[in-house]
T-cell receptor, first 116, second 112 residues
């Protein structure tokens, strides 16, 4: 049972437009969320994160929104650029027990293609 | 340059032939982890280590072993690989208690 779901395997967007990538989670213990970007033949790289005490976090062209009641988060990229074409993974973290490392649970990823 | 390195990057082997994938980080991170990526399943954690000599199972540990004798190294061992372990493997590291993990470039493994 996947605790973090990305229901859209792929998304195509025109350059300059907004890209919206969605992620749903089921575990109410998750309290920290991250987005990673992955290019072919490379490892995932951290993009942006949000704590459950916030509902929005912005970093340049990237904004993450968190709706805790719906257990839903989204990544907005504005404006989209061809270099943003990559696989985007949503990840969530819950502290398993006091003093432990924070574990990440990943979604299955969404392939974003930004068309010139 | 801060980085996580993995070797080899590509590996083709046969069922039952023991192999080791190395992982090394130069950031003095306490936490290290191994993931496998499969189509439609995202990244699933195999094993993790909170520090030297402290390792624990992740979500899919069957068929794998790890060791953490030094802080910088975290090798993944497949004692008797099987075709269902054909996958893309990533090593990652982070400071203790910090969610942001740094990933290696990946190792693509094919078990025949």
């Amino acid at each position: 049972d996947q605790q973090v779901k990305q229901n859209s395997p792929s998304l195509s967007v025109q350059e300059g437009r907004i890209s919206i990538l969605n992620c749903d989670y089921t575990n109410s213990m998750f309290d920290y969320f991250l987005w990673y970007k992955k290019y072919p033949a490379e490892g995932p790289t951290f993009l942006i994160s949000i704590s459950s005490i916030k509902d929005k976090n912005e970093d340049g062209r990237f904004t993450v929104f968190l709706n805790k009641s719906a257990k839903h988060l989204s990544l907005h990229i504005v404006p989209s650029q061809p270099g943003d074409s990559a696989v985007y993974f949503c990840a969530a973290s819950a502290k398993r027990f006091s003093g432990s490392a924070r574990q990440l649970t990943f979604g299955s990823g969404t392939q974003l293609t930004v068309l010139p | 340059e801060a980085q996580v390195t993995q070797n080899p990057r590509y590996l083709i082997t046969v069922t039952g032939k023991k192999l080791t994938v190395t992982c090394s980080q130069n950031m003095n991170h306490e936490y290290m982890s191994w993931y496998r990526q499969d189509p439609g399943l995202g990244l699933r954690q195999i094993y993790y280590s909170m520090n030297v000599e402290a390792t624990d199972k992740g979500d899919v540990p069957e068929g794998y072993k790890v060791s953490r004798k030094e802080k910088r190294n975290f090798p993944l061992i497949l004692e008797s690989p099987s075709p269902n372990q054909t996958s893309l493997y990533f090593c990652a590291s982070s400071r203790q208690g910090v969610e942001t993990q740094y990933f290696g470039p990946g190792t693509r493994l094919l078990v025949l």
